[in-house]
């Protein structure tokens, strides 16, 4: 679930990566790279020298001589007279004026001055990746014909860049790699105002994003202006965010900026209508990935969205009523200045505990005005789509940022994460289980945490991370901290060292995220685990774990699954909650196999093995046996929190442990050399992938909402503080009052329900109401059993429940056995009901029974 860049090893692209594929130093197969050579070569007679300086140059003849006079001064001056001690590469954008021969009549004085000329003005970016490419310096700085920086100023630069060097070199492991890589870069922090506006992405951390006055690593300023593809002001953040995904360290320092140099503010409208263009044709490759996502999720739930109000997810049981529920009364709390933590709108008369529910408050909250234009189901439908569609990007985003370099390797490692099997499972009505996008970024801030670069930065933010996702999902967040845990672990095992130097700035930022998470969470959690309706675990039953076969097989809504098959396997359709299928976990092993080189796969292929044997639960049945042996959950089945968790889902863990791994191998796949090799690696990949592709969700009718409720006809039979009781009551098992409820905008309450709450003097967690001897009936009854014969007790335990209730009405909608269950309340009231629209109706307010 992570990679190894926290414990300071360069993953970023494989173990040849830093060189290319070939192990040429500095070649770049990068997206859209115009240049895959190695260093330009300098001019026979020039040789290499210690450091390039880049001029880029367009209408500059009234400062160019300045300029090179300048910069000639201190090199000399700084660095000596000799041939091989510096060069000045300034690059003419197709002038019009006099630029290029004031710089051929300085170069006929001084031979280490060179003039590349363009024959079209293309701008600075392509101005720029000539020279940087034309260079041979062991060092290159970036500077301008202006003078925006003094010369002066490359002191300071050489300093930082020449301490990181001292400290990053000389640190390697078993394979030849740095630990802690030499900075590819030294930024002057003078910045450039529009860039920084515009917050360019990819490069966090740096407050001046900008290039243009910049030195850089020879071999490594070559290696990236050779993967940039665009010609204008924004190729600053097209190569800086291209070192960055390199893995590679970017430092910067202060510089002073000489009075008269032109600032952004000053920047041609032009320009900055062009560094738009292109910056958005840099991000252009995420935004097409976040569509693919957007339009894979569509195509999931698109049953739903044909027919919001007349349509509801097949296999979701009674999860949509709820969910739709949990919506609806957030914005019924918000705008009515309630508590959102509480409410008494079902579970009458004790309430519900929202804050010990999937409330996900976190996005219910937010969308209220979505929800209070369109309605809970619109809300419900949203956040299911775009939930798993961002889910997908963050996925795609954390992989391709620290792992490998092909966006669509990343993207297709971010839709399997994300639209696995298991979550496609989920999806039926378990929003805050596919709904996981705050994952990738809670793990990407503890591995810079393990960086150790900006602690107390890092720890803050990870801290309001986490407390972000307690409002979205607790359970999902306890098992993403289990499945960290794990990979911690399985990574101290694979490299000891690198580990224990993570562990210090990691445990320091554990600390200081606690302290931010504490104040802002000491409340709700009271809440949840002490106050009204608050329980101490949630009873699942015997069977919550996978069978072994789960594992293997495919899931209801997978391409190659069998309903029936994946029925018998699984909880109910809902809780699918392993079903990777056997070419997917095979591929996955193949991988581990192949790459069992590097460390982050080692350490995935632990992190994934441990967790499907721990969701196999504490006891494990041999299939096709009657033997039982004992599983590794059993460890954990009671401690607490895990001892509320359905052990069946810690499976989900492998869904980006099997999205990494497979991102790690089309990397790989996509960059062999031999046509026939990367033809059957993806072969392979297909046959893995295709059995598991996801079905769109099945839809059914959904029961319509008795006119009773809609027309307000129930205004007259239920007072304010009273509770309407449908029949039969709202359980887990049907739960369409909630609908009615949500409907009727919580103008009544309601008896009975569906949601967790305690039972008993141990407040164990249980899913619904504490039911009573008269809900037990007219569920009983409406479910095939006979009506008993009504007796004086029968009468006075009715009475006795619908006090306890603070009932006004008892509601029969017209259904199956509506005539036993009409003769039968009949009988416990001792009247007649009233028929109002399509419902039967008794009085039994005080006084009435």
């Known amino acids: 679930m992570t990679d190894t860049t ?201 407050r001046a994003d900008t290039c243009g006055f910049a030195l850089f690593d020879g071999d490594r300023a070559r290696a990236a202006f050779g993967a940039s593809v665009l010609d204008g002001p924004a190729i600053d953040a097209e190569v800086l965010r291209w070192v960055r995904r390199q893995g590679w360290q970017v430092a910067e320092v202060p510089v002073r900026r000489t009075a008269a140099a032109p600032t952004a503010a000053t920047t041609a409208t032009g320009d900055r209508r062009r560094a738009l263009k292109e910056l958005f044709r840099l991000n252009s490759g995420g935004l097409a990935v976040a569509a693919a996502f957007i339009a894979l999720s569509v195509y999931v739930f698109h049953g739903l969205w044909a027919d919001l109000d007349g349509r509801y997810l097949k296999d979701a049981l009674q999860d949509q009523n709820q969910w739709e529920w949990f919506v609806g009364v957030a914005t019924d709390n918000i705008t009515h200045l309630r508590n959102p933590l509480f409410t008494l709108a079902q579970g009458m008369p004790d309430g519900v505990n929202l804050m010990a529910n999937a409330t996900m408050l976190g996005l219910t909250v937010p969308l209220i005005p979505v929800t209070l234009l369109f309605g809970e189901t619109v809300t419900f439908a949203l956040v299911l789509t775009l939930g798993m569609a961002a889910s997908a990007w963050t996925w795609y985003w954390l992989i391709r940022r620290r792992l490998v370099r092909s966006r669509w390797a990343a993207a297709a490692g971010g839709a399997l994460a994300a639209f696995a099997p298991p979550m496609v499972s989920h999806a039926n009505g378990h929003p805050n289980f596919v709904v996981l996008f705050m994952l990738p970024l809670i793990i990407d801030r503890a591995l810079r945490l393990c960086e150790g670069r900006n602690v107390v930065r890092d720890g803050v933010l990870l801290g309001l991370f986490a407390t972000y996702q307690i409002f979205l999902g607790e359970e999902p967040l306890l098992i993403a901290a289990l499945g960290m845990l794990i990979f911690s672990l399985a990574y101290l095992l694979v490299d000891r060292e690198r580990a224990l130097a993570a562990a210090r700035p990691l445990g320091l930022g554990l600390v200081i995220a606690a302290a931010v998470c504490v104040p802002l969470l000491v409340f709700p959690l009271y809440w949840q685990f ?132 497979l991102a790690l191998a089309l990397d790989r796949i996509v960059r062999m050399r031999t046509r026939e090799l ?41 007072k304010d503080g009273e509770a309407l009781v449908p029949v039969p009551l709202p359980d887990p098992g049907q739960a369409d009052a909630l609908h009615w409820q949500v409907e009727a905008d919580f103008g009544f309450r309601l008896a009975g329900g569906y949601f967790n709450g305690p039972w008993g003097p141990d407040r164990i967690g249980i899913y619904g109401a504490t039911p009573r001897h008269l809900s037990n009936l007219l569920r009983d009854v409406r479910y095939g059993q006979q009506p008993p014969e009504i007796t004086p007790q029968w009468r006075e335990q009715a009475r006795r429940d619908l006090e306890f209730w603070k009932a006004g009405a008892v509601v029969l909608p017209f259904q199956d056995r509506e005539a036993e269950l009409r003769d039968m309340i009949s009988e416990l009231l001792g009247r007649q009901p009233e028929k109002v629209a399509d419902v039967w109706v008794w009085r039994v307010g005080p006084g009435q029974v």
């Open 6 to 206: 926290a414990t300071g090893e360069t993953e970023a692209t494989g173990e040849t990566e830093a060189t290319g594929e070939t192990g040429e130093t500095g070649k770049t197969e990068g997206p859209g790279a115009k240049t895959t050579g190695g260093p330009a070569a300098a001019p026979a007679w020039l040789g290499a020298v210690g450091l390039s300086v880049v001029i880029p140059a367009h209408e500059d003849a009234h400062r160019i001589g300045a300029a090179l006079d300048a910069f000639r001064a201190h090199l000399d001056a700084r660095f000596g007279s000799g041939p091989g001690d510096w060069e000045l590469v300034v690059v003419d954008d197709a002038s019009t004026d006099a630029t290029a021969a004031l710089v051929e009549a300085a170069a006929a004085d001084e031979p280490r001055i060179r003039l590349i000329r363009s024959e079209e003005h293309r701008g600075r970016g392509a101005a720029l990746r000539a020279g940087v490419l034309a260079s041979a310096g062991e060092r290159v700085l970036l500077a301008d014909a202006g003078l925006g920086t003094p010369p002066a100023e490359l002191d300071r630069l050489e300093q930082a860049l020449g301490a990181e060097n001292r400290e990053g070199h000389g640190n390697q492991d078993s394979h030849g790699n740095h630990e802690d890589p030499a900075p590819a870069a030294v930024l002057g922090r003078t910045g450039n105002r529009l860039v920084r506006a515009l917050g360019i992405p990819g490069i966090p951390g740096f």
């Open 530 to 661: 002490f106050g009204p309706q608050s329980y101490h675990s949630v009873l699942h039953g015997d069977n919550a774990g996978n069978s072994p076969r789960a594992l293997v097989e495919y899931a209801a809504r997978s391409l190659f699954g069998d309903a029936e098959t994946a029925g018998r396997l699984s909880l109910n359709t809902t809780e699918q909650n392993a079903f990777y299928g056997w070419p997917l976990l095979a591929l996955g092993v193949a991988v581990c196999v192949w790459m069992w080189r590097r460390r982050v796969v080692r350490a995935l292929a632990i992190t994934g093995a441990v967790a499907l044997a721990l969701s196999l639960g504490p006891w494990v049945p041999v299939p096709r046996t009657d033997v039982v042996l004992p599983g590794p959950w059993r460890l954990m089945v009671k401690l607490p929190l895990f001892e509320s968790v359905i052990e069946g889902r810690v499976a989900m863990v492998c869904a980006p442990v099997l999205g990494v791994l």
């Open 678 to 718: 990367r033809t059957l690696g993806l072969l392979a990949v297909a046959a893995a992938l295709v059995p598991v592709l996801p079905l769109p969700l099945a839809v059914r009718e959904r029961a319509p909402v008795p006119a009773f409720i809609t027309s307000g006809a129930w205004k007259g039979y239920v």
